[in-house]
């Protein structure tokens, strides 16, 4: 019975919640985050809004 517990604890140790992975390509997210700005700021200033 001991084994399934510490089976059970050390599985919920590793368990992942969905957030987001380490591994991903952060350059690119950079990039098109700051395209996005871009975009908005020139939609923003085109329109007279500010």
Request: glycine share 12%.
């Amino acid at each position: 019975m001991v084994d399934g517990m510490t089976m059970n604890s050390a599985t919920a140790a590793r368990a992942r919640t969905g957030g987001p992975k380490e591994d991903g390509p952060k350059a690119l997210e950079h990039i098109m985050g700051w395209t996005l700005v871009v975009v908005i700021a020139m939609l923003v200033t085109q329109l007279g809004l500010l």
